[in-house]
T-cell receptor, first 115, second 111 residues
Framework: NAGVTQTPKFRILKIGQSMTLQCTQDMNHNYMYWYRQDPGMGLKLIYYSVGAGITDKGEVPNGYNVSRSTTEDFPLRLELAAPSQTSVYFC??????????????FGSGTQLSVL | DAKTTQPPSMDCAEGRAANLPCNHSTISGNEYVYWYRQIHSQGPQYIIHGLKNNETNEMASLIITEDRKSSTLILPHATLRDTAVYYCIVRTDNAGNMLTFGGGTRLMVKP
């Protein structure tokens, strides 16, 4: 199993450009998440999804959009990149079995710089 | 969800036990304690979780005080590869409640 795969690993954007961060998982997990992590800080939840067709905002959703058309994929869209979106982005997935719901599996991250 | 307090950093000698404390004095009866770690630049990795009983797995042990207001993660024989940021998180086990990662403890294992 590949687990959670994120692409690209690195990206530099100019202010105002748009891009999509890709995330796919092969564990048949219902729950998927997008977090961002600024230097020296903890992770903040951007958006999450509890299944195909269902998404919801997390702690810091402004400037981002998501979609979940399949169980496997959960792309994150930046429409008008701003320097404040310079961060490392992590995608994660989990299976909501009682007692182990929070065993999240994380991807290796996408390092994004907006200049 | 209850907030947690962790020391920002700790050192440990290689081969010794690393004991990482976490204070969660406002924890509710149905909130679990979870531990994750993040090795430099990688995605966080699940370590262990518990409700009120002590737990042990192949990675670590989790000791929760009887009043559940604090807990300790124990790495019995720390290695250099255990150098990481360790996050203590408390939350209910309800579907739809999301994990919130705070600042964590930066553990440095030294030779």
């Amino acid at each position: 199993n590949a687990g959670v795969t994120q692409t690209p690993k690195f990206r530099i954007l100019k202010i105002g450009q748009s891009m999509t961060l890709q995330c796919t998982q092969d564990m048949n997990h219902n729950y998927m998440y997008w977090y961002r992590q600024d230097p020296g800080m903890g992770l903040k939840l951007i958006y999450y999804s509890v299944g195909a067709g269902i998404t919801d905002k997390g702690e810091v959703p402004n400037g981002y959009n998501v979609s979940r058309s399949t169980t496997e994929d959960f792309p994150l869209r930046l429409e008008l990149a701003a320097p404040s979106q310079t961060s490392v982005y992590f995608c994660a997935s989990s299976s909501p079995i009682t007692g182990v719901n929070e065993k999240l599996f994380f991807g290796s991250g996408t390092q994004l710089s907006v200049l | 969800d209850a907030k947690t307090t962790q020391p920002p950093s700790m050192d440990c000698a290689e081969g010794r036990a690393a004991n990482l404390p976490c204070n969660h004095s406002t924890i509710s009866g149905n909130e679990y304690v979870y531990w994750y770690r993040q090795i430099h630049s990688q995605g966080p990795q699940y370590i262990i979780h518990g409700l009120k009983n002590n737990e042990t797995n192949e990675m670590a042990s989790l000791i929760i005080t009887e009043d559940r207001k604090s807990s300790t993660l124990i790495l019995p024989h720390a290695t250099l590869r255990d150098t990481a940021v360790y996050y203590c998180i408390v939350r209910t086990d309800n579907a739809g409640n999301m994990l919130t990662f705070g600042g964590g403890t930066r553990l440095m294992v030294k030779p």
